[in-house]
T-cell receptor, first 113, second 118 residues
């Protein structure tokens, strides 16, 4: 079945470390997105990509970086510059034109220890 | 700027009763789409229902219906015959520029936590 796979499900980071969250889709979707969710809050857009080798900053891109070398993959790196990285991270994808919404991965919960 | 407002942080409903979750939006675009998602405690986001700004009929999907009042800029989700498994967070979201050919960025509200009691 087609879908989005995020890994790992849980991730622990030490202060000052960079960590990379994986997101892979086999839906042949053009666009991919990264959202951050803090407890009791909605989703905020970090980065998005419409096509391979192109991506744009969302509303809260500071301290994060992404790459889109393959259509299927959109990894997110949480750098040491991100001051408060503990959150739930959701990856999503969509076809270029859609009316049925995004397809989301199951999320990665990142905790700074 | 586009904005989604969900004014109910939490809602309670008895099993088998209907419940309405409120959502208002702000946009200057004429073409836009409205979405509702369900997020169980496991964290995944589940698409429930979609309403286009030019759709004349209110969208329905099984026990879910969207009460779309364009002039009032509201897109309330109605869940009929609530079930225990409906307990979750519910998010309203909007996308502008439906026919612009551009990328499809969704803006989310803060969410409403629904608890269904037996």
């Amino acid at each position: 079945d087609g879908g989005i796979t995020q890994s790992p499900k849980y991730l622990f980071r030490k202060e000052g470390q960079n960590v990379t969250l994986s997101c892979e889709q086999n839906l042949n979707h053009d666009a991919m997105y990264w959202y951050r969710q803090d407890p009791g809050q909605g989703l905020r857009l970090i980065y998005y990509s419409q096509i391979v080798n192109d991506f744009q900053k969302g509303d809260i891109a500071e301290g994060y970086s992404v790459s889109r070398e393959k259509k299927e993959s959109f990894p997110l790196t949480v750098t040491s510059a991100q001051k408060n990285p503990t959150a739930f991270y959701l990856c999503a994808s969509s076809p270029r034109q859609f009316v049925s919404g995004y397809t989301f991965g199951s999320g990665t919960r990142l905790t700074v220890v | 700027a586009q904005k989604i407002t969900q004014t109910q942080p939490g809602m309670f409903v008895q099993e088998k009763e209907a419940v309405t979750l409120d959502c208002t939006y702000d946009t200057s675009d004429q073409s836009y789409g409205l979405f509702w998602y369900k997020q169980p405690s496991s964290g995944e986001m589940i698409f429930l229902i979609y309403q286009g700004s030019y759709d004349e009929q209110n969208a329905t999907e099984g026990r879910y219906s969207l009460n779309f009042q364009k002039a009032r800029k509201s897109a309330n989700l109605v869940i009929s015959a609530s079930q225990l498994g409906d307990s979750a967070m519910y998010f309203c979201a909007m996308r502008e520029g439906m026919f612009s050919g551009g990328y499809n960025k969704l803006i989310f509200g803060a969410g409403t936590r629904l608890a269904v009691h037996p």
